[in-house]
Nanobody, 120 residues
């Protein structure tokens, strides 16, 4: 069973940067897509960015121009570089894997999340 562990969160001042990591273990089947989500208190979970095994990336509008998602070829480790952070970026950031099974179906896995707090 795939396990995901996020790290790199913390407290940073507005305008600062953080680099989050998501490390996958217990991998048997290939990870097709790794996504970053975030959830702020009282708000719905929202997608931040994603990277596919083929290398394509996609971002939420609020992340474009500020965040960069990257990872190794197998998506065993994925990063989220966050620049020019704003107080509204404060949230728990979670990674989410879409895993391709030999049967043709998909399974998913979530990490526990890492807290990002942007305040002065």
């Amino acid at each position: 069973q795939v396990q995901l562990v996020e790290s790199g969160g913390g407290q940073v001042q507005p305008g600062g940067s953080l680099r989050l990591s998501c490390a996958a273990s217990g991998i048997i089947d290939p990870i097709y897509v790794m996504k970053w989500y975030r959830q702020a208190p009282g708000k719905q979970r929202e997608m931040v960015a994603q990277i596919a095994a083929i290398g394509s990336t996609d971002y939420a509008d609020f992340a474009k121009g500020r965040f960069i998602v990257s990872g190794d070829n197998a998506l065993n480790t994925v990063y989220l570089q966050m620049n020019n952070l704003k107080p509204e970026d404060t949230a728990v950031y979670l990674c989410h894997a879409i895993i391709g099974l030999s049967s043709g179906d998909y399974s998913t896995a979530w990490g526990q999340g890492t807290q990002v707090t942007v305040s002065s």
